[in-house]
Structures are given as C-alpha cells and as structure tokens.
C-alpha cells in the first residue's frame, strides 16, 4: 500500500514543505526539501520524532526569579511532558551561568537540561 | 557631553552595530538602554532557533544575545543601562541627544553620528478597536512573555490567542508548557502571519487549532475575562453574521503585528517610509538626516535576528566610514538609483542606492504583501531585467531578500531606477 505524508520542516526558518511517500510503512521517497536536513528530519519524524525543549526553573538570590534552561539536544517528543515536570522541582541558587548543567540525564534520555541565561 | 557615535537601544541591533563600529576603529562611542539589561527583546526569547545563519547552530534568545554581550565587553564598549533617551534634534552637523536616568539626570550628548536601534513595539488592544468592557486578562503577546519569561509569573489558566505572529505561536507553546490549555488561535488573514515552522511545532505539536479568517468580535466580562466570541470573516475582513461562537477563558493575547518605534526619529524628521513606519534609508541605511543610521526592528520588522544582526553591522560599518570622513558622506553621491517596489512587493530596504557609496554587493530586504505560489521575483535595471529568482512560495510573513551587484548596476548607462516585483506569469 503507497501513501503519501507531508510535514513542514522544522529545522531552519525555512520551512520546507516536506512530502515523503512510504510503501507498506517504508519510506520510498523525500521530496520537497531544500536540504539534507529535511530528509533527515522526516525520516526521524516517521520513527523518532524528537524536539528541544526550552523552559524555565526557578532561581533563589537572583536577579529574576526564574532562569531560562534547554535540553542541550533533541529529546523524544513523548518524554516532553515529564521533562517540563522534572523541571518543576529544580531550584537554583544565584548565579546561574548559561551552560550550567540543571538536570543531568535528564528522564533517561540521556541529554542534559542545561542553563542558557546568565544570572547574577 | 561629546561623543562620535551614540546608538540608541543596546537590544540585538544596538549590539551589532557597535561592535561593527569599535572594530572599524570608532572608539568614541556610547550606547543607551532603557531596560536594566543588555540584550533587548532576545532575553526573554527563551525559545530555540536563534543565530542559525550568524553562529551556524540553534541558539536561544539570551544565548544569542550573550555571545554580543560578551564581544561589545571585550571591545570595551560604554553603555549606560536604565537610561532613556527622550529627544533628538540636529543642530548643523551635530546631533543632540537628551537622555535621561535615575543617577545623571537629564543629560545632553552632542554626537557626530547617531544609529537608530530603538526595536519595535505590540499593536496594542487599543489599536485593534475591539468592542466590550475593559476586564483583567488582555496582553500583548510580547507583555504575556515577559511575565512568563523574566518575572516567573503566569498570567492565565485558559487562554485564547488573536493573531498568528510568531510571538502569539511562540506563547501557545510556552503558555502549554506551564500548564495552561490554548483553546485557540485566531488570524483574521486567510493565511498565518508566523513561520510555518512555528505552526508546526507550536500549534501542531499540540493539537492546538488555527483558525484562519476568524477574529474576536466580543469579549465577556466585567472585572476579568470570561469568555470571547469569535467570528468568521469574509475576504472584507468583515464578521461574517450567524458564525459567531463563544469560547470561555480567562485570558487573550494579543498577537497582531508589531510596529517600529520611531517617536525619535520623527522627533528628528527624518523622512519615513509609510509602508514599514520605518526611516527611509539609502545603501549605508542612513536616513534623510545626514549621520543618523537605523537597523534592526525600528528601520523595518523583521522575522528572524540573524538578520538584524546583519543589518546592524552594515550600519555600524557605514557610520564608522561616515566619521572617518572629514566632509558628510551625503556630500557627492549624485548618482541616486531609486528602488521601485510594485507588484506585490510591498516595500525596499534601502529604497535609495548611490553607486559611489555602494559595496560590491548589496542585500536589498523586502517583504510581499500576499500568498504566491510558483512565482519569481523579478529585479529591472531600467526597463533591462537583471534578476529573475525561482520562488515556490512567498507569503507576507516571511522576509525575503535579493543581492545586487554594483558591477551589473554600473554597467547600464544614466540608471536612475531599480524596480523589484512578483513575476506571476
């Protein structure tokens, strides 16, 4: 059985308009894509979509009182929700420096939440 | 107070453009920021996609705007935070600039030059002249994001989102992410005002609707918002009647376009541009008003900050080359080309080239005012056609740019006209 699925790429500002065609769940074809980078996206679309998530965890003594944090890659799109809720837990002390690590390993995706503000 | 440059907002337009200017040997030079931080809107931009084209990776906001902090603390560079600046004006050659702040004062800079770096600002409610009382519960996006964002506090539970700006697709996501339910987002256009990218993993992601051609045509409640009802819209932008329903929530945001804040720069009377509320410029983005540049959201909105940065350099570069010269740049120059935008292209930045102070190549921004599919842009020297660039699809929210080349300008004789459009034949 062909279908056909269509996604917009969501690694650069582009936004390519990515169509792959799959062959009883297999996929035959990319098409649409600027680059390298969309076929690669689609591919893990179709068997591990993943993103970065940015969020926020709360910081005592500091200038603010939250800090921004990201995972420092892509984790599964499934685990994102129980990441944000890891994160709730977090409090840092003052100061944070972009990079620091917040949460390591962090839901067993093996990626860090790491800091990405400095707070003095 | 004299100084060679001062440059007016130290966000991610002020950054770069004096950095470009102290590494092009301006030394004199001040800038001033309003807020009690450098970095501008980016710091409290927490989400990824950043510096893709200036640092060759996805960045966040603050991490973005901390890799020009750092460079303009290397330089040295002098800025003054929580300071205003409340006028401009020119007196001959000189500019005078009266800022403001809790440990000076009033203070008068007189300034050889001056960039423009003063960012934009949210169409308010006010500006929307949408019916029903006034209740708690109404942000701008941008206004929702910071209180998310910096100050750690969560304006709503149950949200519903005008406008399909990035911010307002951007705050769909981070709104869901601390807990609250995004009902909807509504575009009176027929087409988003964001990057496809951001409905697909700010909206998409999440199963949160868009509803296109649709706008808030009430909004319930005295003391707090209560609800809002929606309409769809015909092709007039008009509700259309019998389609109204009504969503129950505690807040809107506001996410309905962005406008250049330019009460300075009218101060001076610099000539403006009526479709981008932005200076007019010329190649070195300088302004009517000799020695005054502007870059970055205040010139014209833009989408993305790796441009801005781009931008700002070549104003920070241009305005070092202005005062390395003992006579105004604007003097010489006779020979103006003026870029025409027609056919669907709704605006040039610069509008104005003067082949003596062009660089081999120059980047020409611009912005279409629909949604074209297999189309080209076409670029006319004169009536000669010197560009023709293949383009699957063009839409109003994304800005979109050609390169010209002085030597393919040079080589038509008594150009005075450049015209950039959409080919849709």
Request: proline share 9%.
């Given at each position: 059985m062909t279908e056909t699925k269509e996604f917009t790429c969501?690694?650069?500002?582009?936004?390519c308009q990515v169509v792959a065609t799959l062959e009883d769940g297999k996929i035959v074809s990319i098409t649409?894509?600027?680059?390298?980078r969309g076929a690669e996206y689609v591919t893990n679309e179709l068997t591990d979509p993943r993103r970065i998530v940015t969020s926020l965890v709360k910081v005592t003594g500091?200038?603010?009182p939250v800090a921004s944090v990201k995972t420092a890659s892509d984790i599964p799109k499934g685990k994102i929700f129980e990441c944000l809720d890891a994160l709730k837990s977090v409090e840092l002390t003052a100061p944070v420096r972009i990079g620091?690590?917040?949460?390591?390993?962090v839901c067993g995706t093996g990626i860090d939440v790491i800091a990405t503000s400095n707070i003095q | 107070m004299d100084k060679d440059l001062v440059i007016i907002g130290g966000g991610p337009a002020g950054l770069a453009a004096a950095v470009a200017a102290k590494e092009a040997g301006v030394n004199d030079l001040l800038i001033l920021e309003r807020?009690?931080?450098?970095?501008g809107i980016l710091n409290q931009c927490i989400h990824n996609g950043f510096g893709?084209?200036?640092?060759?990776e996805e960045l966040t906001g603050p991490e973005y705007a901390a890799r020009f902090i750092v460079r303009a603390k290397e330089l040295e560079i002098p800025y003054k935070l929580?300071?205003?600046?409340?006028d401009i004006s020119a007196d001959g050659d000189a500019k005078i600039v009266t800022y403001m702040n809790r440990e000076e004062g009033l203070v008068v800079v007189r300034a050889k030059a001056v960039i423009l770096c003063m960012g934009c600002r949210e169409r308010s409610r006010g500006a929307l002249n949408i019916p029903g009382y006034r209740p708690a519960?109404?942000?701008?996006a941008g206004t929702a994001q910071r209180y998310v964002n910096?100050?750690?506090?969560?304006?709503?539970k149950e949200v519903v989102i005008l406008g399909s700006g990035d911010i307002g697709l951007i705050m769909a996501r981070r709104m869901t992410f601390e807990g609250?339910?995004?009902k909807l987002v509504a575009e009176?256009?027929?087409?988003?005002?964001?990057l496809k990218r951001n409905i697909a993993q700010c909206l998409n992601d999440f199963d949160i609707p868009l509803l296109l051609s649709h706008t808030v045509v009430d909004i319930k409640g005295?003391?707090?918002?209560e609800a809002v009802v929606i309409a769809e819209v015909d092709e007039k932008s008009k509700p259309i009647p019998g389609t109204e329903q009504e969503i129950k929530c505690d807040t809107l945001l506001l996410s309905c376009g962005l406008i250049p804040e330019n009460e300075l720069s009218n101060a001076l009377g610099v000539e403006m541009n009526r479709v981008t509320n932005g200076p007019l410029v010329n190649e070195s983005l300088e302004?009517?008003?000799?020695g005054v540049f502007a870059c970055g959201n205040v010139l014209h909105v833009h989408d993305l900050v790796d441009y801005v940065s781009e931008e700002a350099t070549q104003a920070g570069k241009k305005a070092a080359e202005y005062l390395g010269?003992?006579?105004?740049?604007?003097?010489?120059?006779?020979k103006k080309i003026v870029i025409k935008a027609v056919d669907g292209v709704?605006?040039?930045?610069?509008?104005?080239?003067?082949l003596d102070h062009m660089e081999d190549r120059q980047v020409v921004r611009f912005r279409v005012g629909a949604v074209y599919k297999k189309v080209a842009i076409q670029v006319l020297a004169g009536d000669k056609e010197i560009m023709n660039l293949k383009k699957q699809a063009l839409a109003p929210g994304e800005m979109e740019q050609v390169i010209l080349r002085k030597s393919v300008l040079e080589s038509?004789?008594?150009?005075s006209e450049v015209t950039v459009r959409v080919k849709t034949d």
């Open positions: 969501i690694r650069c500002p582009l936004g649409g894509n600027t680059c390298p500091g200038s603010q620091d690590v917040v949460i390591p390993d | 807020d009690n931080k450098l970095g893709l084209h200036t640092f060759k929580e300071t205003m600046v409340v519960g109404i942000y701008t910096i100050e750690g506090r969560m304006p709503g609250a339910k995004v009176l256009m027929p087409y988003s005002g964001g005295k003391e707090r918002v302004t009517s008003v000799p010269k003992s006579e105004a740049v604007n003097a010489g120059g006779d709704r605006y040039t930045v610069p509008s104005i080239i003067r038509i004789p008594d150009l």
